[in-house]
């Protein structure tokens, strides 16, 4: 496993995106266990992805225009969605309030904005082949190799965002001024994303 591989990994997983801003979304409106939930479920979505390019179906995306489109303008429905859906989250007021939100409700959430996210198939298209030798016998090996510690990191490090928005929870739920405006970033910021993906 090469230095440069770690290092680009590190720098991909730890920009933030829409997993990042999920799970700290997660972390701060409902704690230290849905934002770990919500960086598992980040990490899952990356799975078609990753089949997608070691089987070849990234070729798709990469050359029909139609395909591409297809899947961008669903994620940025998806994410106007979910800018929606946090400004309507009035749950979160209070820490005795809050109630624990379904594990299965946040990865399928988790999931799908990765899932629907065009661009990390295309990123793996033009990432993995740089660090897989042509001439390797076990191409395919490597490949799933690399994919599996690209993942590990990316729970690693959304689970820790996650856990530090979680750990400001007190603070910030005690302010509902404060809780209002962090929804309206949030879903801001969702509506921005989507944005940025429609655009490209």
Not at 50 to 60: E, H, K, R
Request: proline fraction near 4%; include cysteine.
């Amino acid at each position: 496993m090469s230095i440069a591989f770690l290092v680009t990994t590190l720098i991909a997983v730890a920009t933030p995106g829409t997993g990042v801003l999920y799970t700290l979304a997660a972390g701060l409106t409902h704690g230290r266990r849905a934002s770990v939930i919500a960086a598992f479920g980040c990490t899952l979505g990356i799975i078609p992805h990753m089949v997608a390019t070691i089987t070849g179906l990234a070729a798709l995306l990469h050359t029909s225009a139609v395909a591409f489109e297809i899947v961008k303008y669903l994620g940025v429905a998806y994410l106007i969605y979910m800018a929606w859906n946090t400004l309507r989250d009035k749950d979160a007021l209070t820490i005795s309030q809050a109630p624990a939100q379904s594990a299965t409700k946040i990865v399928v959430s988790a999931v799908l904005l990765n899932l629907l996210n065009p661009k990390l198939t295309i990123f793996f298209v033009a990432f993995l082949p740089q660090f897989v030798s042509a001439n390797d016998p076990a191409q395919l090996w490597r490949m799933l190799e690399l994919s599996a510690v690209f993942m590990l990191l990316t729970f690693v490090v959304f689970a820790l965002y996650g856990i530090f928005a979680a750990s400001m929870r007190t603070h910030v739920i005690s302010r509902p001024r404060v809780m209002a405006w962090l929804r309206r970033f949030f879903a801001g910021s969702f509506v921005a994303l989507g944005a940025k993906l429609a655009l490209q």
